[in-house]
């Protein structure tokens, strides 16, 4: 069964809005209470990944990338094992694959880490592209 499937990514035009969905296996989302983090990541070509916005699917904590604070918003719906990414504003700067990532440790507090490595589970990605 595959861990984690990602949906909602498309071409928008600057300042416009996608929401992505991360839907996980019951298996995956229930993961142990001393991995609770999932989140969103994005890769664009030539550069570096990023931790957009991370979730502590237990507390609810939510962390956001410097650049996206503001714009993205990370919500879950337990009920659904699915996490979300709502994107506003949208920048050409955004344009990347975004993967889904999960069973992260948490740190003391309960802040989920920025460092994909730090995530043992990952979706396929879906391809978000933002034209000015």
């Known amino acids: 069964q595959v861990p984690m499937v990602e949906s909602g990514g498309g071409s928008v035009q600057a300042g416009g809005s996608l929401r992505l969905s991360c839907a996980a296996s019951a298996t995956t989302y229930g993961f142990t209470n001393s991995r609770p983090c999932m989140g969103w990541f994005r890769q664009a070509p030539g550069k570096e990944r990023e931790g957009v916005a991370r979730?502590?699917?237990?507390?609810?904590?939510?962390y956001y990338f410097a650049s996206v604070k503001g714009r993205f918003t990370i919500s879950q719906d337990r009920a659904k094992n699915t996490i979300y990414l709502q994107m506003n504003s949208l920048e050409p700067e955004d344009t990347a694959m975004y993967y889904c990532?999960?069973?992260?440790?948490?740190?003391?507090?309960?802040?989920?880490?920025?460092?994909?490595?730090?995530?043992?589970?990952w979706g396929q990605g879906t391809q978000v592209t933002v034209s000015s």
């Open positions: 990532a999960a069973d992260g440790e948490a740190l003391y507090g309960g802040y989920c880490r920025s460092e994909g490595s730090e995530y043992n589970s």
């Open positions: 979730i502590n699917r237990l507390s609810g904590g939510t």
